[in-house]
């Protein structure tokens, strides 16, 4: 079994951080430009934040399944994911079951959406085992 050496606060704390940059950019949109596509091919801003709260939301749910002891060290990856996603200068294609609906959207509600899934991700986390792998 593998030893936990992932800091379960630093990690949370740094979602937090990422979700609160995202609130503030998305408060800084003006209302009548708020589902303006930027450009071909992108989101609109509340669609980005839906994005991310599917994302969030998907990563409580597997909380909650099954999951078997990890066989290797659980932040082993860190920093390969950051790399990955921190990299804007390459598309990414997105999974399915996280990509925002089309619509007109509400900042407010997108902004309160966002919060309530990382408050639920939070309460999960902290009662996570970050020594077990879901498959």
């Known amino acids: 079994m593998a030893t936990e050496t992932v800091d ?21 949109v003006e209302n009548n430009k708020i589902n ?7 989101w609109t801003a509340p669609q ?17 399944m099954d999951a078997n002891p990890a066989s290797r060290n659980p932040g082993e990856r860190i920093e390969e994911l950051k790399i990955v996603f921190l990299d804007f200068s390459k598309k990414m294609k997105s ?21 309530k899934s990382f408050n639920q991700f939070k309460e999960k986390a902290n009662n ?3 020594n077990e792998l879901v498959e």
């Open 95 to 115: 999974f399915e079951f996280i990509i925002p609906e089309d619509g007109t959207y509400e900042k407010q509600i997108a902004i309160d959406d966002l919060n």
């Open 36 to 42: 303006m596509v930027p450009y071909e091919g992108s």
């Open 8 to 28: 379960k606060n630093k990690i949370i704390t740094a979602i937090g951080d990422a979700v609160l940059q995202l609130i503030v950019l998305m408060s800084s």
């Open 128 to 130: 996570a085992n970050l």
């Open 48 to 64: 980005l934040l839906r994005h991310v709260t599917k994302s969030i939301s998907g990563m409580a749910k597997a909380m909650d």
